[in-house]
């Protein structure tokens, strides 16, 4: 079984920075994770994706901006975000993809004035 936990979500104004982690519990972090994210009212969608060798991918809404990153032997994944929009207001949600994907319980991202 695995647990993800999700933290660092909060308010930040824009052009502001936050960074998120995951801290994962029950397996080794040598798959590929990702984070994602569900605005009000809109579909969920992936944000970033880092695989076993660090290789990464990023949706081109966040290319520039965002950086993911792993601490494996912490079993941590994080998210470093700059410059944030009012568009990346969501919740952020980490994932673990093995055989199934196992899901974090998100962690709320407001970027306001």
């Known amino acids: 079984q695995v647990q993800l936990v999700e933290s660092g979500g909060g308010l930040v104004q824009p052009g502001g920075s936050l960074r998120l982690s995951c801290a994962a519990s029950g397996r080794s972090m040598f798959n590929l994770m990702g984070w994602y994210r569900q605005a009000p009212g809109k579909q969920r969608e992936l944000v970033a994706t880092?695989?076993?060798?660090?290789?990464?991918n990023y949706a081109d809404s966040v290319k520039g901006r965002f950086t993911i990153s792993r601490d494996n032997a912490k079993n941590t994944v994080f998210l470093q975000m700059n410059s944030l929009k009012l568009e990346d207001t969501a919740v952020y949600y980490c994932a673990f993809h093995s055989s199934r994907v196992y899901w974090g319980q998100g962690t709320q991202v407001t970027v306001s004035s």
């Open positions: 880092i695989g076993s060798g660090d290789s990464t």
